[in-house]
């Protein structure tokens, strides 16, 4: 059963219509607070240092680099904005750029995972295959995340292979795989990508010169080597990892949805980026309408028989993570 045959036994022609149409208010209110939030938490650290201000800073900033993650998710279907153009600069400049993922990379590699959830061409599929681990093995990966190590192997992979539109190891974009159709048309992507890249993050410096924010700069990417990896590790696995199946035509074998407190989100679940099994059912709903989309299906008793698929908060998905071997 295809996903449209199965949004089909549970939604109306006319829900799903009205569960994809955009609001660009909301859109637009998206990235005014992801943006609001990073330059305050900048702006604090830089003109009141201190530890608490230093530590507040690089839990809202790695939480707001998942954000701008999730925020080019979004642009990426097309769905955010009702204008394709819109989402296409806003997803490019104000999301993608900023994190080192351009937006026409990342829409390609995230169709993928979209058409082969959980099989061999998916790009994410190495991110999630070794769910559940030990305790042993999940404490050797929360010392590498928090020691910079992970960090710093994912800004060399996104530098490389993801700026360098190349095939590679993009860490947390995944194995990717050259499909580019020529080698000048990749290596001319190549350039605009890193154009684009030095052009905004030299904006940025100049900016924060300008108003006595360096060590907030400097923090963004702290929180980017030191912080971020841990919480793109919990994202991930919580939306596919120790799940039923690795790959289905079903995505209640393969894909959870994590419900959650409203400060939770505010580290792991930014713009409602837990609703994921209801993102792959339907991934042109924009994710400000996924929380009605939810409630409408469980009503219908679409999560049922499928207890797997709903977790009810973070700390559950972090136990279903962990195998119980020592």
């Not at 030191?226 to 074998?253: C, K, N, T, W």
């Not at 994921?276 to 409630?295: G, K, M, N, S």
Request: with cysteine.
């Amino acid at each position: 059963m295809s996903t449209a045959q199965l949004a089909a036994d549970y939604l109306s022609p006319k829900e799903i219509r009205y569960f994809r149409t955009a609001s660009d208010w909301r859109a637009l209110a998206g990235f005014a607070v992801t943006w609001s939030m990073i330059l305050a938490a900048m702006a604090w650290a830089s003109l009141q240092p201190g530890l608490l201000s230093t530590s507040v800073a690089l839990l809202i900033l790695s939480n707001r680099q998942l954000a701008l993650g999730i925020l080019l998710h979004e642009c990426s279907h097309r769905s955010w904005f009702s204008r394709e153009t819109l989402n296409d600069f806003m997803g490019h400049w104000l999301a993608g750029i900023p994190v080192m993922v351009p937006l026409a990379f990342y829409r390609q590699s995230h169709f993928s995972h979209h058409r082969h959830t959980g099989g061999e061409h998916d790009p994410d599929v190495e991110n999630i295959r070794q769910y559940p681990v030990s305790a042993a093995s999940w404490r050797r990966k929360l010392w590498r995340d928090f020691s910079g190590q992970s960090g710093l192997k994912n800004l060399i992979g996104l530098w490389r292979t993801v700026l360098g539109n190349r095939a590679g190891n993009g860490v947390s974009m995944g194995l990717q795989k050259d499909e580019s159709p020529s080698r000048k048309r990749a290596q001319r992507s190549a350039w605009q990508n890193y154009r684009d890249f030095l052009c905004f993050h030299a904006a940025f410096v100049l900016m924060s010169l300008s108003l006595g924010w360096m060590t907030g700069y400097v923090l963004w990417w702290l929180a980017f080597i030191f912080v971020y990896p841990f919480i793109i590790r919990v994202r991930q696995a919580a939306e596919h990892g120790a799940m039923p199946l690795l790959s289905s035509a079903d995505v209640r074998d393969t894909t959870r949805t994590t419900l959650t407190p409203a400060w939770a989100r505010l580290v792991f679940a930014p713009h409602y980026v837990n609703y994921h099994c209801e993102h792959h059912l339907l991934p042109t709903v924009p994710a400000y309408r996924l929380p009605r989309l939810h409630r409408l299906l469980k009503s219908r008793g679409f999560y049922r028989e499928h207890p797997d698929t709903l977790a009810r908060n973070y700390s559950e998905v972090l136990q279903r993570l962990k195998s119980s071997q020592a």
